[in-house]
């Protein structure tokens, strides 16, 4: 065996293995011997059959692989020997044609794209904004009304405004608008005149009290909508065109509306509990301040990475990629990739995979790694923010702990949280080294920031 290395470019590298028979030959022979133990072939009992039958029916797959774990070995004691940081796989030289059948001594040759030198510093010259999100007095109201609803109650009411829940009778009427003998009777059938899609009925319905008896077709009343229709009849969704002419009577039973709570003793022990230090609207304001404080802070480290990537890409857009090398590579691994849509992609991939490159060697350089409590402890954060971004600030710390852990399981949950954890970490590096512009915005304006087109 021989190995050989052609240095192309900086970037690239082309590994040569010569391999002769006799490399190959006691592996191939040892495979045989097992396959002719193990096999049967019609006429010979088993182990008995001639090795010229087991080297003619086997032999060729068996070269093959014999030469492929000897060249496999080899190709990987040369990686490890020349210590190469490379992109994606050593690659089997295209043009190269094998006849594995009749040869006996062979040369392949790899292809290596290896990583390209950077030459990317960043320092006190280089300036960047970091957002501070702040809690406007308008989504601090929105959060409190928010917990005022949370924390309300269904109340009886006698007259019908949006939102409110209305129960009855329902009666299926003949064509003389009497009540039909074995039609259908139901009683407390649920209508919101919310979903009500005929603006007549709907307006029926708002002028209503309780008690009163109405006269509709509920099928133009939800406009055909199959689903609400059968809800309410309780039969099958096919069976809803049946009724497509019907009149009801509904009489009304019944008036629920949603009443929110009001800001006293009673809703912060409820919402909070009664040992709780929040008990008047000040101490909720600035409870609710600092949980969205919590909440923005990631987006702001965020925004402050993606602008640092940005930063990397422009500072790295001279480096040189073995572009034709890694264009094939691409092409392999994804099937659906075509020429025309690398050609189209490769400026940003190879952006992407210069901002990698430099974040990996950072990380490397300052020895940085992710600990289970740490990623733990961000589990617990991501899983706080979920449930406050639905109005539930005041989630038992063991139900957070159990959620958190349970998606902790899933490997794409906790393969996240290493990366922005990481990210994170590389953020704060990165912080140390330029010149941080501190501005304050809201909500919205941090939106348009991400999103301008929004």
Do not use: W
């Not at 002769?20 to 022979?29: G, H, L, P, T, V």
Request: proline share 3%.
């Amino acid at each position: 065996m021989a190995v050989t290395i052609n240095k192309k470019s900086d970037v690239e590298v082309e590994i040569v293995i010569a391999v002769q028979e006799a490399d190959y030959k006691a592996e191939m022979e040892k495979t045989l011997k097992s396959y002719r133990q193990s096999v049967e072939l019609p006429g010979f009992r088993k182990g008995k059959a001639p090795m010229g039958m087991i080297q003619k029916k086997y032999g060729l797959g068996i070269k093959m692989d014999s030469l492929n774990k000897v060249v496999a070995g080899l190709l990987g004691d040369t990686l490890e020997k020349e210590k190469y940081e490379y992109l994606g796989q050593p690659m089997l030289k295209d043009e190269q044609k094998v006849d594995f059948e009749n040869g006996t001594d062979f040369e392949f040759v790899y292809e290596l794209a290896l990583k390209p030198e950077l030459n990317i510093t960043l320092d006190k010259k280089d300036k960047l904004p970091f957002y501070n999100i702040e809690a406007t007095d308008e989504i601090v109201t929105e959060q409190i009304n928010n917990l005022l609803n949370q924390y309300g109650d269904q109340i009886d009411v006698e007259d019908i405004k949006e939102r409110d829940i209305v129960k009855g009778d329902v009666l299926e009427l003949d064509a003389e608008g009497c009540v039909k003998e074995g039609g259908i009777s139901l009683e407390e059938a649920l209508i919101m005149p919310d979903y009500l899609k005929d603006s007549k009925v709907r307006d029926e319905f708002m002028a209503a009290k309780l008690g009163d008896t109405l006269t509709l077709n509920l099928y133009t009343a939800y406009a055909g909508n199959a689903t609400e229709i059968a809800a309410i009849l309780k039969v099958a969704k096919e069976a809803v065109e049946e009724y497509k002419d019907t009149t009801f009577q509904y009489v009304i039973k019944h008036i629920s509306r949603h009443q929110p709570a009001e800001l006293d003793s009673a809703f912060f022990a409820k919402a909070f509990g009664q040992e709780s230090e929040i008990k008047d609207e000040a101490s909720l304001k600035a409870e609710i301040v600092k949980s969205l404080q919590e909440q923005f802070k990631p987006e702001s480290e965020m925004k402050l990475f993606y602008d640092v990537c940005d930063l990397i890409k422009e500072k790295g857009k001279d480096v040189v990629y073995p572009e034709a090398l890694l264009k094939r590579f691409v092409m392999e691994q994804d099937k659906e990739m075509t020429e025309e849509k690398f050609e189209a992609e490769k400026e940003q991939m190879f952006a992407a995979t210069t901002v990698s490159l430099y974040k990996d060697a950072v990380l490397k350089e300052n020895k940085v790694e992710v600990s289970p409590e740490e990623l733990k402890a961000f589990a617990l954060v991501v899983t706080k923010s979920q449930f406050a971004q639905y109005g539930m600030n005041s989630v038992p710390d063991e139900m957070v702990e159990n959620y958190a852990n349970s998606m902790l399981e899933k490997d794409d949950f906790k393969n996240n949280v290493i990366d922005r954890l990481l990210n994170d970490k590389f953020t704060k590096i990165v912080k140390e080294q330029i010149t941080l512009e501190e501005k304050n915005v809201t909500p919205e304006e941090f939106g348009k920031l991400i999103n301008p087109e929004a």
